[in-house]
């Protein structure tokens, strides 16, 4: 006999929908997998949702009964926020229940106080889903790279925003021509900031870092720079480099303090992971003993992210009776190793970097704008110096420098742009090698 | 205080010197993540590895003597081979050790056997190590993608074969050149029969299967074909059709079976997995909610290999004093639940074929080849047609096909080789489009 789990699900909407139907469709594949019978005893939901057939299904419409359901063991929380979702959680883990999630931004906001809560407990917060949908990603850092001492990780982990980037390459389209369609084949939300500007990115971004590195969540420690701005010139420009620009989550392990930063990068084409394209996601991982190593997949979708909530229920089914020592600590680092590195400022960042410039066409504009790199001790590691369009008087002058500190970049920048035969504002795009 | 889990390594050579070293060099924060103390108690090993310093650690010449020491609560067997090795496991499970090992061979023909003397004894057998080197593919497959049932994989899971397709690609070498170049390199054994004869590939592949579909594991009913027979202009015109030739292990839930198979494949050149080159492995699952996902790293070397070994140390350490139900079952499924499905015959298995004929340069060729190819019931999807070289008189003929059963296939193919104008022995290579 099965011992049974006892889950309750609240949110019924994209991802919920896509948790009930996968826990039913394959029960007795799930349950041969978990040793459990997995039974879902409740769901709370507002209302119904025509992708999800919940007859036979015990429903409330408050979600909160869920939470205080004695015969709950498990909590899913899907409902997304990060006001009433943090209540349900933490009412939850008061019950002694475990929780399940896929939000990313409780998490990155509130992990650290969550995880708190559940130690205290000895209960268990997962939440696979929350990074890169339905790649196994959390698992892979926290266990499957459990040896290494993680060097760095780069990952496409928003699928809207990877999306965009894909349509303006290979179709030579413009930002906001593709943003549109996105938004109508509802990829990104009608609001799509926190795609484009990279604050899911973010949200994700430091969950990684703190799986990899044992450091708490420092959300608001991420830079952020959005790809708005990306034209289709550099996206062109690029190409012709041999490069790919994505908009990459970067977590790395410098000297001085750990990088966070989310930005447009340009990452060689010859990159496994230059050619993860649409909305897919991929996370690359750089350990000290495996090397590097590529995880890809959906980064969303109802099933695609359903299938890691489905793979947390069956981890906390399999330790349920367990003692908590038993079972994976939720950031993969036992609660007395921390790690004291700083978060390093943008400024003392080191990258290689992209310049395009404008330049009126005249001889000199080079070799000025050359001294002044030089002055800052920054060289030039490839050019593109294009002829003056029909009827337009300034020329492209496209550079790829060596890798510099991002502060010293600046200070050359605005000396760059003082000079009178510059034009218009230097674009700068960051560069990223990835091996 | 951390409880100490004892661990005995047996074999010193490139996995045991690498599995050394990390625990070594990495000792606290692997410690913290296992929530442990894991001490390296003895080492066997016939002699030094000087790409170990094991100093301080007790070896010991006889690597029986680890297996029977009751001091050590989990053996690393990384010594290779399916004779002494077995014993060694053997005998490690009836002393009541937990077992690691990185040994495909041993897994793939005495794991069902293996699996079942440590469930008797209430111990543990994990093998992340003997599939595809550093990357947590097993864990993916047995927990992350829990949730799925697995449609079909596709793995690059032998680096000397692949690192050999991509110089022939790249370079447009020919097999022998290549081949003698990857031994030379240390990719390929002096004997590299496994390699090239897709026996390794074989090895991993069923275990694959196994965690995939809770089949038991069946090595002699896998399908393997070599690489050596692929000439470069098969490459060349793989190329020219978009695609790509990988050495593949391939398993599939079809409508009437499970298929096994190993084989060059001509595969889509935009797929991400069309991409992994030289010695890097990759494995594509897909599954039925998450629906395809990749994972890729080196598939061998010290660290790497190391990498997972030490991974399993520190699941083992995790749950070493846990009840056994709380442990992820060694094939991924509970043991009750076993699906009867037969593994496929190869002529019973449909896919897509690349074929190449030498035809007489005569009018009428094509169209008699046509007409037998469409009494099989076979389409033609794709074709390149060249004109004959200077001074030669036959033609190349290249034509992609439909999904058809093999056998359907080779009959068509002995029907087009009976016709005069057929100078040689039809080129046929399987072609999968992965999606
Ligand atoms: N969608 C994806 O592909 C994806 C991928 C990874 C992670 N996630 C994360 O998964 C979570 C859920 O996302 P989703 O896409 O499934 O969102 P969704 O489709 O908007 O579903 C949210 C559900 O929660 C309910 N809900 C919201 N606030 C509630 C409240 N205060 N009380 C009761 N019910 C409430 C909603 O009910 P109403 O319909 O009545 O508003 C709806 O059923 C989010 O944290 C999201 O970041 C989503
Ligand atoms: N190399 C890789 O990258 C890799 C990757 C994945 C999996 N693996 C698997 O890992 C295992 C080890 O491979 P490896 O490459 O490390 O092999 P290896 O370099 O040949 O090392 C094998 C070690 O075991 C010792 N040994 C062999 N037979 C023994 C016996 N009967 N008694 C005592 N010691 C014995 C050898 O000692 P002597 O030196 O005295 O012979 C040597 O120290 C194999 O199962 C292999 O398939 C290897």
């Known amino acids: 006999m099965l011992k049974p789990v006892r889950v309750g699900i609240c949110g019924l909407g994209t991802v919920g929908s896509g948790t009930v139907n996968i826990l039913k469709r394959n029960k007795s594949l799930i349950d041969a997998r978990a040793g459990s019978d997995i039974q879902i005893i409740q769901i709370g939901a507002r ?4 992708h999800c057939d919940t007859s036979g299904y015990a429903i ?17 929380e899907l409902i997304g926020g990060t006001t009433v979702a943090k209540e349900l959680v933490l009412t939850a883990i008061n019950n002694g229940k475990h929780v399940i999630t896929a939000n990313k931004a409780l998490i990155a906001h509130y992990g650290n106080e969550i995880f708190a809560a559940a130690k205290a407990k000895g209960v268990t917060v997962a939440f696979e889903a929350a990074v890169a949908g339905g790649i196994p990603i959390i698992k892979a850092i926290r266990e499957g790279l459990a040896a290494n001492r993680i060097e760095w990780l780069a990952g496409i982990i928003n699928g809207t925003g990877n999306f965009i980037l894909t349509e303006m390459r290979d179709k030579g389209r413009a930002f906001e021509d593709v943003l549109k369609e996105a938004q109508a084949l509802g990829y990104a939300e009608a609001d799509p900031t926190f795609d484009v500007e990279g604050i899911d990115a973010a949200h ?16 608001n420690k991420v830079f952020t720079e959005g790809i708005t701005k990306i034209a289709s010139a550099d996206v062109a420009y690029a190409e012709e480099l041999g490069y790919r620009i994505k908009n990459l989550g970067i977590a790395r392990r410098a000297a001085k303090g750990i990088e966070l930063r989310v930005h447009p990068t ?18 690359l991982v750089k350990g000290d003993a495996v090397g590097p190593t590529l995880y890809y997949g959906a980064g969303a979708g109802a099933e695609p992210t359903g299938s890691s909530v489905v793979s947390d229920i069956v981890d906390v089914a399999r330790t349920l009776t367990a003692d908590p020592e038993h079972r994976v600590p939720c950031l993969g680092f036992g609660a007395d190793f921390v790690i004291e590195q700083p978060i390093l400022p943008i400024d003392e960042v080191e990258t290689a970097y992209y310049l395009r410039m404008s330049a009126v066409d005249k001889p000199g504009v080079l070799s000025k704008v050359a001294t002044i790199l030089s002055d800052y001790g920054i060289s030039i590691e490839a050019m593109i110096q294009k002829e003056a369009k029909e009827g337009e008087s300034d020329v492209p002058l496209i550079l790829l420098t060596n890798r510099v500190q991002e502060k010293r970049l600046r200070d050359a920048i605005s000396r760059i742009e003082s000079l009178d035969s510059i034009n218009a504002p230097v674009v700068r795009i960051r560069v990223e090698a990835l091996k």
């Open 60 to 76: 409330t419409r408050d979600i909160f009964e869920v939470a205080n359901n004695p015969d709950v063991d498990v909590l899913v």
């Open 266 to 283: 340009l990452i060689p084409a010859k990159r496994l992971i230059a050619n993860v394209d649409g909305v897919m996601n991929a996370v």
């Open 204 to 219: 994700k971004l430091v969950i990684l870092a703190s799986l990899a590195f044992g450091i708490p969540l420092e959300i």
């Open 47 to 50: 209302r119904d949702n025509p």
